[in-house]
């Protein structure tokens, strides 16, 4: 069966890699993605994806303009895999569903995998996909539908449009006017008769004139036009065109004396503007000396305060400086004067001085003590030498 033709060929989605390309595409190259995207919407109708997908996952329906604007890329993506895996089971192929914590990189090389084995071309960065949205996106998704209603055997048929039937306009008969139909029946059927029987008027000239008066405002024939004749349309071309060119020469003949006017106001706008920048050259090299003047004393002025800022930053520092040894200075008077700090020294002092005493005092136990245990020990070795020499006289026995 046959299917339509991709909404997009695949040389036209390689070559929107930059802005020259696109341009050279023709000025609609920037609305095309809407059109793609409005045929996707209608082949994923056909594909049956509101209960298959959208029921089955609790997703919303997905508008005429998704995949074409950026929204929420990351809902985007995920939609977009997950009518990329559906379209490509429905077309027959086994892909597996792509997971919240799936690698985006992989899942897309793997769509393109399946889209190149379809036969269709991806001459693209695989990271145009990762946005979820765009012309790459729905050129994708587009191709896969294709496939898949190639798989289901749909095939697509010629419109049908309905006959428009003409209205024919009702015209309501009128008992007091007469129609050129009905004047053209009665003439035949007066003919006719003639024809049969050719009779003699017996009746009184002056009575018929009286008659012929009396019913005259009757016999008003009125002809009915229709509008959809081509010839009222002729006409009514030919009217509008005398009312044209006659209103035209009126009105031309004002335009010109406007056009003259103006001229004559713009001549004399310019040779006004000539006479006033004559005028005022001087004054403009006046002015324009004196607006350089004004900018060198604006950066002088500019360095003035940049010094003026500094110094007072300094001068800030110093006085900062100075309340600081003002402090110290009142703080070592406030010292000076007051006998406390004198009382604490002296009582410091005795307090020293009794602390050296009691030191001297131990010190001297200490001495006392040590040179008490050196005797003992010195003692302690004499005894043991003593006790350790060998009488001379048990050595001569040996």
Known sequence: ???????????????VAGESQSVERGPGAAYHVFVVMEDLAEKLKLLGYYKEILRRNDLKPLHRLYFALPTNPGEQFYMFCTLAAWLINKAGCSFEQPQEYDDPNATISNILSELRSFGRSADFPPSKLKSGHGEHVCYVLDCLAEEALKYVGFSWKRPVYPVEELEEEIVPED???LTVNKVEEEIVDMNE???QDILESTTDAAEWYLEVERVLPQLKVTIRTDNKDWRIHVDQMHQYKNEIESALKETKGFLDKLQNEISRNLEKISSREKYINNQLEHLLQEYRAAQAQLSEVRERYQQA???VTERTRILSEITEE????K????EKGSSMTDGAPLVKIKQSLTKLKQETVQMNIRIGVVEHTLLQA????KSNMTRDMHATVIPESAMGNY
Not at 1 to 15: E, I, L, R, T, W
Not at 327 to 330: I, K, R
Not at 374 to 377: A, D, I, Q, R, W
């Open 305 to 307: 305060s940049g010094g």
């Open 322 to 325: 100075l309340e600081k040894v």
């Open 374 to 377: 050196k005797l003992k020990e």
């Open 193 to 195: 008769s003639a024809k």
């Open 175 to 177: 008992d007091a006017e």
């Open 1 to 15: 069966m046959a299917v339509a033709p991709a909404a997009v060929s695949p040389v036209g989605v390689g070559d």
């Open 327 to 330: 402090q110290e200075l009142e």
